[in-house]
């Protein structure tokens, strides 16, 4: 009976141990496939995440197009005094040069005294006397490295400093130059001296800041008779608008696809972006110069693309106006149509004054 009864414990407990078993085997498969689930969720939010940036990135830019105009209209216009220059002279700064090392401590190198037995029977009279000549000798030699580490230090102190005060004195003198010589173009300006009058407009379309991509290429030619700037500017090419209006996740691909823009939206976008550019351009130069020096800026613009018909760099003119002074005060330029717009002043232009 007694083997019977132990046979049926160990059976027992052998059950008890294989459902323990399997328990395990099934929460570690859970485990699994709960593991498994969160990559996945996270995989997809990942996607669906990239997804939304790209799309708001090129959003963005849209909206950055939208704005070219717009955003410069509560900007201060150029003026001479702003294109005049300070010296840029941070200060002096010598990183670790400036810090003398400490110089060796003589109780870092001294011998100990003797003690105990040593001591009471006088020992350490001929020893103590060699260890203390060695101690010197090796303090000695510390101080020597270390007054030779100063002697270094200082000196590439002082290079550092005769090198920053070169520099200084470089560029306060380039400052100096650049701003006598904006001075110089200044009262040429107020002279009524037709290169200084171009070279100052020329200045204010350079220091215009569009988004990247946007060509930085125009020429300017004032007519003092007839205070009339003449102003040839190429505008940004069709490129510039993205194609791309969004991007969408497609799970049964796990891919990133973007969603074209019709050719059709990006045509008048860009219509839209010529003018804005336009109107921004005359804008910005109405603002910088005065009414008894310019009256008047006949506007052409240009892209550079290539010809679809020959596969050869051409120059096609979009834009070709007139624009009067006072017609173009009396636009609310925050309010208008831009393509309206230019159609308006094309129409309101004035015959050109004879010479």
Not at 61 to 68: K, R
């Given at each position: 009976?007694?083997?019977?009864?132990?046979?049926?414990?160990?059976?027992?407990?052998l059950?008890?141990?294989?459902?323990?078993?399997?328990?395990?085997?099934?929460?570690?498969?859970?485990?699994?496939?709960d593991?498994?689930?969160?990559?996945?969720?996270?995989?997809?939010?990942?996607?669906?995440?990239e997804?939304?940036?790209?799309?708001?990135?090129?959003?963005?830019?849209?909206?950055?197009?939208?704005?070219?105009?717009?955003?410069?209209?509560?900007?201060?216009?150029?003026?001479?005094e702003?294109l005049?220059?300070?010296?840029?002279?941070?200060?002096?700064?010598?990183?670790?040069?400036?810090?003398?090392?400490?110089?060796?401590?003589?109780?870092?190198?001294?011998p100990a005294?003797?003690?105990?037995?040593?001591r009471?029977?006088?020992?350490?009279?001929?020893?103590a006397?060699?260890?203390?000549e060695?101690?010197?000798?090796r303090?000695?030699?510390?101080?020597?490295?270390?007054?030779?580490?100063?002697?270094?230090?200082?000196?590439?102190?002082?290079?550092?400093?005769?090198?920053?005060?070169?520099?200084?004195?470089?560029?306060?003198?380039?400052?100096?130059?650049?701003?006598?010589?904006?001075?110089g173009?200044?009262?040429?300006?107020?002279?009524?001296?037709?290169?200084?009058?171009?070279?100052?407009?020329?200045?204010?379309?350079?220091?215009?800041?569009?988004?990247?991509?946007?060509?930085?290429?125009?020429?300017?030619?004032?007519?003092?008779?007839?205070?009339?700037?003449?102003?040839?500017?190429?505008?940004?090419?069709?490129?510039?608008?993205?194609?791309?209006?969004?991007?969408?996740?497609?799970?049964t691909?796990?891919?990133?696809?973007?969603?074209?823009?019709?050719?059709?939206?990006?045509?008048?976008?860009?219509?839209?972006?010529?003018?804005?550019?336009?109107?921004?351009?005359?804008?910005?130069?109405?603002?910088?110069?005065?009414?008894?020096?310019?009256?008047?800026?006949?506007?052409?613009?240009?892209v550079a693309?290539?010809?679809?018909?020959?596969?050869?760099?051409?120059?096609?003119?979009?834009i070709?106006l007139?624009?009067?002074?006072?017609?173009?005060?009396?636009?609310?330029?925050?309010?208008?149509?831009?393509?309206?717009?230019?159609?308006?002043?094309?129409?309101?232009?004035?015959?050109?004054?004879?010479?």
């Amino acid at each position: 009976m007694a083997r019977s009864g132990s046979l049926a414990a160990w059976e027992q407990r052998l059950a008890t141990q294989r459902r323990e078993d399997d328990r395990q085997v099934r929460h570690k498969r859970q485990a699994e496939r709960d593991a498994e689930r969160i990559r996945q969720q996270e995989h997809l939010a990942s996607r669906q995440q990239e997804a939304e940036e790209k799309t708001a990135e090129a959003q963005a830019l849209m909206t950055a197009l939208g704005e070219v105009l717009t955003s410069v209209l509560p900007l201060r216009p150029l003026t001479f005094e702003r294109l005049l220059a300070a010296p840029k002279t941070p200060g002096f700064d010598p990183g670790p040069l400036t810090a003398a090392r400490p110089a060796p401590a003589w109780k870092d190198y001294a011998p100990a005294p003797a003690t105990g037995l040593s001591r009471l029977l006088g020992g350490g009279g001929r020893q103590a006397r060699q260890a203390a000549e060695e101690a010197r000798t090796r303090y000695d030699a510390a101080v020597a490295e270390h007054q030779r580490q100063e002697a270094g230090r200082r000196q590439e102190l002082a290079a550092a400093k005769a090198t920053y005060d070169r520099k200084v004195t470089e560029e306060r003198a380039n400052t100096a130059a650049r701003n006598a010589y904006v001075t110089g173009r200044q009262t040429a300006f107020a002279a009524r001296d037709p290169e200084a009058v171009q070279w100052f407009a020329g200045c204010v379309l350079r220091a215009s800041r569009y988004p990247d991509g946007f060509p930085r290429d125009y020429r300017v030619t004032y007519a003092p008779q007839t205070r009339c700037l003449e102003v040839d500017l190429q505008l940004p090419a069709r490129e510039v608008v993205p194609a791309v209006r969004a991007y969408r996740y497609v799970k049964t691909r796990d891919a990133v696809d973007p969603v074209p823009r019709a050719e059709s939206e990006i045509g008048q976008a860009h219509e839209r972006l010529v003018a804005n550019v336009a109107l921004r351009a005359l804008h910005e130069l109405f603002a910088a110069l005065p009414a008894d020096l310019v009256q008047a800026v006949e506007l052409t613009g240009w892209v550079a693309t290539t010809g679809r018909a020959t596969g050869t760099p051409v120059r096609p003119r979009l834009i070709d106006l007139r624009a009067d002074r006072d017609t173009f005060a009396a636009l609310v330029l925050d309010a208008v149509d831009p393509i309206a717009c230019l159609s308006h002043l094309t129409a309101q232009a004035p015959p050109p004054i004879p010479a």
